[in-house]
């Protein structure tokens, strides 16, 4: 099985600045992560992925770093913009297998 | 193409009704996936069907039955739910089990 989890329940930050939020997991055999962003009233997004033979990866604003050596996982948000503020998930999965999502971390930007 | 959708928006059902629930996907993604969440909770998985077959069945109590009549369709069917059924009900797919998953909006359930 799979545990993940996040780090912290609720981040605040001030618009422009950058945000991190983590995650851990338990399963070392975990291969493939995602991220994703749920809105109120939406359901979720997908914001970013990576895969276990990468420790790092780059979108738009938008970076996932993974240590598969403590098992941990982050997405950091660069120039964080109100309409970023969300509900933040993380997702593992094995060998193509089902996802175990992580409990969630609530994104508040401040003006 | 790149949604999936999911009707009703809205579903309130008293715990004698049978009611069912839709998700569409035009894609072609092979995988389709059916998700419980409850406020302020991550999604849990119920239900996966790949290539139109049933694959994982997480427990679920039998008054939720799922059919998948064709790829690009999955349905939900509810039976003599309770209250605490009462959830968002998110439909998701895949290109392939194990992908990366698209999620539709949900429908929101109330059990009275």
């Known amino acids: 099985g799979e545990s993940v989890g996040l780090h912290l329940p609720t981040l605040s930050v001030q618009e422009g600045d950058n945000s991190i939020i983590n995650c851990a997991y338990s399963?070392?055999?975990?291969?493939?992560f995602i991220w994703y962003k749920q809105e109120s009233g939406k359901g979720p997004q997908f914001i970013i992925d990576?895969?276990?033979?990468?420790d790092k990866r780059q979108g738009q604003r938008v970076t996932v770093l993974l240590n598969k050596t403590v098992k941990h996982l982050s997405l950091q948000i660069a120039a964080t913009q109100p309409g970023d503020s969300a509900v933040y998930f993380c997702?593992?999965?094995?060998?193509?297998?089902?996802?175990?999502f992580g409990s969630g971390t609530k994104l508040n930007v401040k003006p | 193409d790149t949604e999936v959708t999911q009707t009703p928006k809205h579903l309130v059902m008293g715990m004698t009704n049978k009611k069912s629930l839709k998700c569409e996907q035009h894609?072609?993604?092979?995988?389709m996936y059916w998700y419980k969440q409850k406020a302020k909770k991550p999604p849990e998985l119920m239900f996966v069907?790949?290539?139109?077959?049933?694959?994982i069945n997480e427990s679920v109590p039998s008054r939720f039955s799922p059919e998948c009549p064709n790829s690009s369709l999955l349905n939900l069917h509810l039976h003599a739910l309770q209250p605490e059924d009462s959830a968002l009900y998110l439909c998701?797919?895949?290109?392939?089990?194990?992908?990366?998953?698209?999620f539709g909006p949900g429908t929101r359930l109330t059990v009275t």
């Open positions: 990576i895969r276990s033979n990468m």
């Open positions: 894609m072609g993604h092979r995988a």
């Open positions: 997702a593992c999965s094995y060998n193509f297998n089902k996802f175990y």
């Open positions: 069907y790949s290539y139109e077959k049933l694959s």
């Open positions: 998701a797919s895949s290109q392939e089990p194990g992908s990366e998953q698209y």
């Open positions: 399963n070392s055999a975990s291969d493939y």
